[in-house]
Nanobody, 122 residues
């Protein structure tokens, strides 16, 4: 199983970006999906999560500006980021709780993508 994120880039403050992440491999079911980020010199923090049923949670500082969504038919999760600020700069990672079949046993594991760089200039 692999997660591949895309959509990062350089944008001016006030601009928008849309991140995408696709899960591929021998997937039985995907439960929670989410996005983390790690800014320069900072610890990794949870930005947003979405359950398989569509319930969402957000980091306070992005609430109202970012929207997480998913397409269960395509095993994809998205992060629409509007009104971007320089403090949103960082590497953004997608993550997912995925059930896989391994040796005839259903296992649930956390998977991470490699990250995509988001840079917001002032």
């Amino acid at each position: 199983v692999q997660l591949q994120a895309s959509g990062g880039g350089l944008v001016q403050a006030g601009g928008s970006l849309r991140l995408s992440c696709v899960a591929s491999g021998r997937i039985l079911n995907i439960k929670d999906m989410g996005w983390y980020r790690q800014g320069p010199g900072a610890e990794r923090e949870l930005v947003a999560t979405i359950t398989s049923g569509g319930s969402t949670r957000y980091l306070n500082s992005v609430s109202g500006r970012f929207t997480i969504s998913r397409d269960n038919t395509k095993n994809m999760v998205y992060l629409q980021m509007n009104s971007l600020k320089p403090e949103d700069t960082g590497v953004y990672y997608c993550t997912a709780d995925i059930q896989v079949l391994a040796s005839d046993i259903v296992r649930e594991m956390d998977y991470w993508g490699k990250g995509t760089q988001v840079t917001v200039s002032s």
